[in-house]
């Protein structure tokens, strides 16, 4: 089925700790998977996406790892500040027929100064 | 300028009134989509629509009708609201499908009373 499963639901961390959040799919063909960060009130927006051809992407504080041989994923965010507080959303998008994006449930990640 | 906006931002009406929604894009992009998020911000497709033609069409009640006049724009039209369909709408565009990045508009918040 189309399933994108997302874990914590909630992630609470001190400023300056790391925070990871990891994400698995269902469909082997996916091959583009973005992440979005959603402050409270505001639109989903992205903030960082990974391809199947790699492995890894890092951006500054922000990294994805993708393991497509398990079909997981994962967000790391380094460093954090009180301003990374949110809610993140995976997603992975899914070949029946014409593609679609499948979100995650998303993570709300709270960071305490 | 506004990337893909969104009118109205708040809506807040009775059960059994008819509501529509408007999407404008402005970047050229090909392809749009409606998604509802609920109040555990659970993110889900609804429709999506590429060069006007709809593609996608989630298991949404047929009071539910969306419009594309052109590339640019997508409307969401809601016959007869039910308290269910109390949630934020979100518009979204992308070039190429969900393969590319998704761009949201700033949500309509509805509240049917």
């Known amino acids: 089925g189309e399933n994108v499963e997302q874990h914590p639901s909630t992630l609470s961390v001190q400023e300056g700790d790391s925070a990871v959040i990891k994400c698995t799919y269902s469909d082997s063909a996916s091959n583009y998977f973005p992440w979005y960060k959603q402050e409270l009130g505001k639109r989903p927006q992205l903030i960082i996406d990974i391809r199947s051809n790699v492995g890894e992407k890092k951006d500054q504080r922000i990294a994805v790892t993708l393991n497509k041989t398990a079909k997981h994923f994962s967000l790391h965010i380094t460093e954090t500040q009180p301003e990374d507080s949110a809610v993140y959303f995976c997603a992975a998008n899914m070949n029946t027929g014409f593609q679609k994006l499948v979100f995650g449930t998303g993570t709300r990640l709270l960071v305490s100064p | 300028d506004t990337a893909v906006s969104q009118t109205p931002k708040y809506l807040v009406t009775q059960m059994g009134n008819d509501k529509s929604i408007k999407c404008e894009q402005n970047l050229g992009h090909d392809t749009m989509y409606w998604y509802k998020q609920d109040s555990k911000k659970f993110l889900k497709i609804m429709f999506s629509?590429?060069?006007?033609?709809?593609?996608i069409n989630e298991t949404v009640p047929n009071r539910f009708s969306p419009k594309s006049p052109d590339k640019a724009h997508l409307n969401l039209h809601i016959n007869s609201l039910e308290l269910g369909d109390s949630a934020v709408y979100f518009c979204?565009?992308?070039?190429?499908?969900?393969?590319?990045?998704?761009?949201f508009g700033p949500g309509t918040r509805l509240l049917v009373l």
């Open positions: 629509y590429n060069n006007k033609e709809l593609i």
């Open positions: 979204a565009s992308s070039q190429q499908g969900a393969k590319e990045t998704q761009y």
